[in-house]
């Protein structure tokens, strides 16, 4: 009788439209709030996608120790791991920063494990049906995704807010003990750089100098290393959360790929509202798409989602600076930075600007910023522009 029940639960989950609901936003909004609440009325099962839920980095526990070869990797230099990779994956090198170590790690990860590419991997999964040029099918058919977000100035006060809770509820004493446990050797050891594993996540680096303080510290600097760890665990939570957000609207909103599902916004300012702004709106939206019917809560607009970003590798001999993507490249010709040093090769290399001059005319606002820095092409030396500017055009689009 049981298993009968079971199987019949099952079953009325697979038909539930949607059969996923994805809650998005940053810290501090309410998700798992939200995530509660929806998943008493559906009856169905939360799964927490946290980014600091970690895999079982301990040595000898019986797995293969990809993630500890992974973080043997991260431990190298960036130059020196990117250089393993264009060796074995040339087409991934060419779309990963020189000092993005953890994505260089990981793509050397999978084609250890695999002994596939991984850009070819991606590139299979971009090509099955229902997939683009972000990914994959995807996994659930007709997902729902909710965006909780809030005016700035309100989230703020509430994520300081948040923060004393935390220190009223002992959380500094936690974690002096953690230290006590497993940082401090480490430290001693010159091993911690608080880049792994649960040492990444927010405080630990925020209050090294409190935890680390010499005994013979008077009260006085201690108490002031302490405050100190305060504001910045505070200033770091709320860049966290705009980093968050930044996230969503970038990969949700502004450059979404043709499968991405419809976002539905709300507005999570107001707590005393919160039943009001948020749980009705989201449980209205949930009953018209499980009547598959149109939702009276329109969809967040996707913002310029005719924009492709091509992960193209560029390099700016002026800044010295090597630039994965389209988009990004326009912004950095766009930037102060580069216009100040174009300022200042003109200045050295007067016979710069009069050559410049005498380039084919150009409407583009990216090829006139690019004419508007000089350099020697040598014969031979690759594809560049008149601006020194080397580019390999990756055809990978995001």
């Not at 580069?338 to 005319?361: G, I, L, T």
Request: hydrophobic fraction near 30%.
């Amino acid at each position: 009788m049981a298993a009968s029940t079971l199987s019949v639960q099952g079953a009325l989950r697979r038909a539930m439209v949607p059969s996923l609901v994805v809650i998005l936003g940053a810290t501090g909004t309410g998700k798992s709030k939200l995530a509660i609440e929806i998943g008493k009325r559906l009856q169905g099962e939360i799964i927490s996608a946290d980014s600091m839920q970690q895999e079982n980095e301990e040595p000898g526990d019986g797995g293969d120790g990809s993630p500890n070869r992974k973080l043997e990797l991260e431990k190298l230099g960036g130059a020196e791991l990117h250089k393993r990779l264009a060796e074995v994956d040339p087409d991934m090198a060419a779309m990963l920063h020189p000092n993005d170590k953890r994505k260089i790690a990981r793509s050397l990860q999978i084609h250890k494990e695999t002994g596939i590419p991984h850009s070819r991997l991606l590139e299979e999964q971009r090509g099955q049906e229902g997939g683009d040029g972000l990914g994959g099918p995807l996994r659930y058919k007709d997902p729902c995704i909710f965006w909780l977000h809030a005016d700035m100035e309100a989230l703020d006060k509430r994520l300081d807010a948040r923060v004393e809770d935390m220190l009223s509820a002992g959380v500094i004493q936690e974690l002096r003990d953690f230290h006590i446990r497993y940082n401090r050797q480490k430290i001693q050891d010159n091993s911690q750089d608080y880049q792994h594993g649960i040492f990444q996540s927010i405080g630990f680096k925020e209050f090294h100098d409190y935890l680390t303080a010499p005994e013979s510290s008077t009260q006085q600097e201690k108490d002031s290393l302490r405050d100190k760890g305060i504001e910045a665990l505070k200033i770091a939570t709320r860049r966290y959360a705009r980093k968050q957000n930044k996230w969503v609207r970038n990969r949700f909103l502004r450059r979404p790929g043709d499968n991405i599902p419809a976002v539905y916004g709300l507005d999570v300012t107001d707590v005393s509202r919160w039943e009001e702004t948020v749980l009705d709106p989201a449980l209205q939206i949930l009953d018209s798409l499980s009547k598959h019917e149109e939702p009276a809560i329109a969809p967040v607009r996707a913002q310029g989602a005719e924009q492709r970003n091509k992960r193209s590798h560029h390099t700016c001999d002026l800044c010295d600076k090597v630039i994965i993507g389209d988009l990004e490249w326009t912004a950095h010709l766009k930037s102060k930075k580069h216009h100040y040093h174009v300022r200042k090769k003109r200045k050295c290399d007067p016979s710069c600007d009069q050559s410049q001059r005498s380039s084919a005319p150009s409407d583009s606002a990216a090829e006139t910023l690019l004419k508007d820095s000089c350099d020697t092409v040598a014969p031979g030396s690759g594809d560049q522009d008149s601006s020194g500017t080397t580019h390999e055009e990756v055809p990978v689009t995001l």
